[in-house]
Nanobody, 123 residues
Framework: QVQLVESGGGLVQAGGSLRLSCAASGRTFSTYAMGWFRQAPGKDREFVAAISLSGGSTYSADFVKGRFTISRDNAKNTVYLQMNSLKTEDTAVYYC????????????????WGQGTQVTVSS
């Protein structure tokens, strides 16, 4: 079992930055990959970024490349999402997820989810 708790969301102006954190507990953190997803009102949950067990490999959606960076600290059992140059269209609830079965980008493949943290970007 894995428990996930996100933090770091909030209200920011367009062009600003936020760093989301996701603290994991339960199973040994370095034994599973992690991902970030987001869901805007009325839209499906979509893939944002993912990171391998060691942190050596990362994957990002095209719409965040060059702006968002995923990282993990296995000593702190925490995964981060650094978000720069935020746009109003980045407004959503952001979720971290753990232990994908196969695909890193499909929400249905992830076994564990946090409760989400709201990110609101104002113009």
């Amino acid at each position: 079992q894995v428990q996930l708790v996100e933090s770091g969301g909030g209200l920011v102006q367009a062009g600003g930055s936020l760093r989301l954190s996701c603290a994991a507990s339960g199973r040994t953190f370095s034994t599973y990959a992690m991902g970030w997803f987001r869901q805007a009102p009325g839209k499906d949950r979509e893939f944002v970024a993912a990171i391998s067990l060691s942190g050596g490999s990362t994957y990002s959606a095209d719409f965040v490349k060059g702006r968002f960076t995923i990282s993990r600290d296995n000593a702190k059992n925490t995964v981060y999402l650094q978000m720069n140059s935020l746009k109003t269209e980045d407004t959503a609830v952001y979720y971290c997820a753990a232990d994908p079965a196969r695909s890193l980008v499909a929400p249905s493949d992830y076994a564990y989810w946090g409760q989400g943290t709201q990110v609101t970007v104002s113009s």
